[in-house]
């Protein structure tokens, strides 16, 4: 569940007993938010990121981006699971591309 927080921040109960409530909270929302069609549509390009492998997200969910997108809605799949964005910024190379091309 904490995948995408470092472990110096699990371990500091100060931090948690602080942050905890605050995130329980946070789920709590994105747990009861309904999307509805009548929510505004995003006027510039969208690109989409996700990994294949996250077990809260399903892929024909991430594909309704495309309704929500005046311009165009273009998708990058990548390995890896929910906090998959701290991986790929590791290779320089993969880095460039995606933030320069």
Not at 31 to 38: D, G, P, V
């Amino acid at each position: 569940m904490f995948n995408g927080t470092p472990q110096e921040i699990i371990n500091n109960k100060e931090l948690m007993e602080f942050y905890g409530e605050i995130f329980y909270q946070d789920m709590q929302f994105i747990n009861q938010y309904k999307m509805n069609n009548s929510s505004k549509k995003v006027k510039s390009n969208v690109e989409v990121w996700y990994s294949d492998q996250d077990i809260h997200v399903k892929e024909e969910n991430i594909m309704k981006w495309k309704d929500y997108a005046v311009n165009s809605c273009n998708f990058k799949k990548f390995k890896g699971d929910h906090f998959f964005i701290n991986n790929i910024f590791q290779d320089p190379k993969l880095t460039f591309e995606l933030l320069c091309c």
